[in-house]
């Protein structure tokens, strides 16, 4: 190779270029047959390369290309400390998340167990309240059986007092009879002794009459007070269904407000549930932009990283032309790979 040796001026051809004819003329800076990608020649190549260059801002010179190419590591390793902060900031929303879930799950169930409560002492309620009028009921028929008892005792009363007035009348009858016996002893001796007899007969009938009125007054007596207790048990029965009445008036006011509060809770809930839904769709966004930021991030770090290899290999082939040839054109990218870059740039 000698230092007259000139070269196609793309970076990635570099083929060695015919002398001029014997009759001189401009010397060649491209290859005039070889063709590209699409059928482009290496002085459309060169074009795209310089265009790419120019709308990374870049020179064509390899200083301020490997200047350039430091410039964009740097942006990339300024992404870094975004992107870690956007992912810790992810993980605390998503733990916020199950957070509130948590919360809105035990709010439910302690809803529930109050709601079961609630219906547990309403049974309660209902059950003794049924006990208890059942004792009521039984309590009237008592007092009903009693008021009838009390009844025929007056009336068996009544009927002995008015065996006992016609005793009594009779012993009057008698009496008189033996007075006028005594007046007529001697001449109705049979009718005083008759009448003696009836005395008698009339004397054990008024006691009988006594026996049987004494035995009828305390069977009202007896009858009475068993009215009285069956009244008191009625009215003590009356003030226990009153105050069982009113708990369960009062046990179905705390169902009430219970169904309310689990109301309340549900649509608590449910309002908890769709902010949960949108944060959510928030965390999918972020975490969207956070693997996008990261791929990117990535991407740009492999195409800097592939852009140094190259830069070196093109330095290393600038210092090999600079030792073989008076003026070594410069290093340059392919003009996809320049393109490629300044899109992901640009994004």
Same mark, same amino acid.
Do not use: K
């Given at each position: 190779?000698?230092?007259?040796?000139?070269?196609?001026?793309?970076?990635?051809?570099?083929?060695e270029?015919?002398?001029?004819?014997?009759?001189g003329?401009?010397?060649?800076?491209?290859?005039r047959?070889?063709?590209?990608?699409?059928?482009?020649?290496?002085?459309?190549?060169a074009?795209?390369?310089?265009?790419?260059?120019?709308?990374?801002?870049?020179?064509?010179?390899?200083?301020?290309?490997?200047?350039?190419?430091?410039?964009?590591?740097?942006?990339?390793?300024?992404?870094?400390?975004?992107?870690?902060?956007?992912?810790g900031?992810?993980?605390?929303?998503?733990?916020?998340l199950?957070?509130?879930?948590?919360?809105?799950?035990?709010?439910?169930?302690? +809803? @529930? !167990?109050? *709601? =079961?409560?609630? &219906?547990?002492a %309403?049974?309660?309620a /209902?059950t003794?309240r049924?006990? $208890?009028?059942?004792?009521?009921?039984?309590?009237?028929?008592?007092a009903?059986?009693?008021r009838?008892e009390?009844?025929?005792?007056?009336?068996?009363?009544?009927?002995?007092?008015?065996t006992?007035?016609?005793?009594?009348?009779?012993l009057?009858?008698?009496?008189q009879?033996?007075?006028?016996a005594?007046a007529?002893?001697?001449?109705?001796?049979?009718?005083?002794?008759?009448?003696?007899?009836?005395?008698?007969?009339?004397?054990?009938?008024?006691?009988?009459?006594?026996?049987?009125?004494?035995?009828?007054?305390?069977?009202?007596?007896a009858?009475? +007070? @068993? !009215?009285? *207790? =069956?009244?008191? &048990?009625?009215? %003590?029965?009356?003030? /226990?269904?009153t105050?069982?009445? $009113?708990?369960?008036?009062?046990?179905?006011?705390?169902?009430?407000?219970?169904?309310?509060?689990?109301?309340?809770?549900?649509?608590?809930?449910?309002?908890?549930?769709?902010?949960?839904?949108?944060?959510?769709?928030?965390?999918?966004?972020?975490?969207a932009?956070?693997?996008?930021?990261?791929?990117?991030?990535?991407?740009?770090?492999?195409?800097?990283?592939?852009?140094?290899?190259?830069?070196?290999g093109?330095?290393?082939?600038?210092?090999?032309?600079?030792a073989?040839?008076?003026?070594?054109g410069?290093?340059?990218?392919?003009?996809?790979?320049? +393109?490629?870059?300044? *899109? =992901?740039?640009?994004?």
């Amino acid at each position: 190779m000698t230092d007259t040796v000139v070269r196609c001026g793309y970076s990635r051809c570099r083929a060695e270029l015919p002398p001029p004819g014997p009759q001189g003329g401009r010397p060649r800076s491209f290859c005039r047959d070889t063709r590209w990608e699409q059928g482009r020649t290496c002085a459309q190549m060169a074009r795209a390369e310089r265009e790419a260059l120019g709308a990374l801002g870049l020179d064509t010179g390899t200083g301020a290309f490997a200047l350039d190419a430091d410039r964009l590591r740097e942006h990339v390793g300024a992404l870094a400390g975004p992107v870690a902060e956007l992912s810790g900031a992810l993980t605390a929303v998503l733990d916020r998340l199950d957070e509130i879930e948590r919360d809105a799950l035990a709010a439910t169930e302690s +809803a @529930r !167990a109050g *709601a =079961a409560e609630s &219906d547990a002492a %309403r049974r309660q309620a /209902d059950t003794a309240r049924e006990t $208890a009028e059942r004792r009521a009921r039984e309590a009237d028929r008592a007092a009903t059986e009693a008021r009838q008892e009390r009844a025929e005792a007056v009336t068996r009363a009544e009927e002995a007092a008015a065996t006992a007035l016609a005793a009594t009348e009779a012993l009057g009858a008698a009496r008189q009879q033996a007075a006028d016996a005594v007046a007529a002893r001697d001449a109705a001796v049979a009718d005083a002794r008759e009448a003696r007899d009836t005395a008698a007969t009339a004397t054990r009938d008024r006691e009988a009459a006594v026996l049987t009125a004494r035995t009828a007054e305390h069977e009202r007596d007896a009858a009475l +007070a @068993r !009215a009285d *207790a =069956a009244t008191r &048990d009625r009215d %003590r029965l009356d003030a /226990d269904l009153t105050a069982l009445r $009113a708990d369960h008036a009062a046990v179905v006011a705390d169902r009430a407000g219970l169904v309310e509060t689990v109301v309340e809770q549900r649509s608590r809930l449910a309002a908890q549930h769709d902010l949960l839904t949108e944060a959510r769709a928030v965390a999918e966004g972020l975490r969207a932009q956070h693997e996008n930021a990261r791929t990117a991030a990535e991407e740009l770090t492999r195409r800097l990283d592939d852009t140094r290899r190259e830069r070196d290999g093109l330095a290393a082939e600038r210092d090999r032309l600079r030792a073989t040839a008076p003026e070594p054109g410069p290093a340059r990218m392919h003009p996809d790979d320049l +393109a490629a870059l300044a *899109a =992901a740039v640009r994004g």
